[in-house]
């Protein structure tokens, strides 16, 4: 079921991250437009095609990309994906960081 719908597995297995929350580890249960931008997400990369995203903070993009990023790579085949940061510091090391969302998705 995880392969064949990225939400599911995305809804059912996914967790993020809040430090502002308590507890900070909060199951990852999308909105709708984060339902849409995963499937576009999908579709770009099947495409080939470029995808602009206008979002403000706090609207999941990162996590949502990323997570696209590990079910294709787990469930997908032969796949490469390359992840670019503003600052060299947000891409790894700690939860600011592109590499430790991949982490904890991974370990949850």
């Keep these: ?7 599911y597995h995305l ?5 993020t991250y809040d430090p502002r929350k308590e507890p900070s580890e909060i199951p990852f249960l ?6 849409k931008l995963i499937a576009d997400f999908h579709d770009a ?3 080939g095609e470029d995808l602009v995203i206008a979002k403000s903070r706090d609207m999941g993009a990162t996590w949502l990309l990323i997570a ?8 997908g ?3 490469s994906f390359l992840l670019g940061s ?4 947000y891409v790894d090391g ?13 370990q949850w």
């Excluded at 079921?1 to 939400?7: E, G, I, N, S, V």
């Excluded at 809804?11 to 967790?15: A, D, Q, R």
């Excluded at 939860?95 to 998705?105: E, F, G, I, N, P």
């Design 68 to 75: 696209v990023f590990l079910h294709r790579w787990q469930f």
């Design 94 to 106: 700690d939860a600011r960081s592109l590499m430790w969302k991949a982490d904890r998705l991974l």
């Design 77 to 79: 085949g032969l796949c």
């Design 1 to 7: 079921m995880c392969k064949a719908d990225p939400l």
């Design 86 to 89: 503003r600052k060299e510091e």
């Design 30 to 35: 999308t909105y709708p437009y984060q339902d």
């Design 45 to 47: 990369i099947r495409t």
């Design 11 to 15: 809804n059912v297995y996914g967790f």
